[in-house]
């Protein structure tokens, strides 16, 4: 296994053809569950301030923001914070929270453990055209939104109305 782990995650970066435009991201997969047992996923996320995730919950894995760059503000449960570079952010599965950007973009390492939700970015992505953000969508049809959710639900991911 060590053989495999080393094959497939050395020297992973971010590279057009592991990147997707996911809504207004840009979203890198350094490793998915396909390349660790499922273990784990580890994306490098470029954020666009106004295009976040309603509250929500993961019923199966915790999520880790590692911060580039930028600051976002978290809240999980009833815990507030404001997160910039070098900052680590938990957020344990069953816990309702939420995050928006205090900055215009951000970049993150998003880890999840275990993997699994990795694969919503990947299912209503686009391939990445850059590594840089996508152009603003316009119109983003409200069908869109549902399937969106109706995968989450499939996958765990319990959207609140606010936390």
Known sequence: MTDTLLRTSTGRKPTLENSVHYLAHTF????????????????????????????????????SFYMLDGVIDFQA???????????????????????????????ALLL??????????????????????????ENLPKELFQQIHQRCIELGNVWMPEV
């Open 112 to 137: 999840i453990t275990p993997a699994g939700f990795e694969t919503l970015f990947k299912e209503f992505g686009t391939a990445a055209k850059t590594l840089e953000l996508p152009p603003l969508p």
């Open 28 to 63: 890198s997969f350094l490793a998915t569950g396909e390349d660790t047992d499922n273990a784990y996923a580890l994306i490098h996320c470029f954020f666009r301030k106004g295009f976040t995730a309603p509250a929500h919950f993961h019923k199966y894995e915790d999520e």
């Open 77 to 107: 449960g009833d815990k507030k914070t404001r997160s910039g570079k070098g900052d680590l952010v938990v957020l344990p599965k069953e816990v309702p929270h939420s995050f928006n950007l205090v900055t215009d973009t951000a970049k």
